[in-house]
């Protein structure tokens, strides 16, 4: 499945998730999708994102790392199910919404957690969260950047 599906699958499945097991496992999954689809561009993207892309799925390990793992099945996975990036672009700017959406549930989930362990897995859980989104925007800013080089080029 093409990464852009699978961020909206995510990104529905977080909206539409009631508590905090829930929404942990759909954390868990994007961050999850995140790694996998850094792996993907480190490998097989543009090379001038190939930096970015290692740290992408560095963090995105880190963001899966600090939660706790769910219990599901490998079909379930959603990481699993990439097989292919399609638009380099496309599929950074939906996972940064996705990524942003992971942040803005967690701070929720923090802000109502019972107990202290809950609460700095989502605080750890953010921060990493955060990082990632950071640099998928440096990564669409060396696309920009890029895309802006072509034309100078051809104009000289």
């Known amino acids: ?25 759909e954390v868990w999954q994007a961050q999850a999708l995140a790694q996998a689809i850094g792996s993907r561009l480190a490998v097989f993207g543009p ?9 992408l799925t560095e963090l995105a390990g880190r963001g899966c790392g600090v939660l ?18 399609g638009d380099a672009r496309q599929a950074l700017v939906y996972l940064g919404g996705l990524l942003g959406e992971v942040g803005i549930a ?6 109502a957690a019972d107990d202290e362990g809950t609460y700095w897995q989502c605080m750890e859980a953010i921060d990493a969260a955060d990082e990632s989104r950071d640099r998928v ?12 080089m072509v034309p100078e080029r051809e104009a000289g």
């Not at 967690?106 to 802000?111: E, K, N």
């Open 47 to 55: 090379p001038r994102l190939r930096g970015e892309a290692l740290g």
């Open 137 to 148: 925007r440096d990564m669409l800013r060396k696309l920009a950047e890029g895309d802006q």
């Open 68 to 85: 706790d793992r769910p219990d599901l099945d490998t079909a379930d996975l959603r990481a699993a199910q990439l097989t292919e990036l």
């Open 106 to 111: 967690l701070v929720g989930l923090a802000c």
């Open 1 to 25: 499945m093409d990464a852009v599906r699978l961020i909206v699958t995510s990104r529905r499945a977080l909206v539409g998730s009631k508590d905090a097991p829930q929404i942990l496992t």
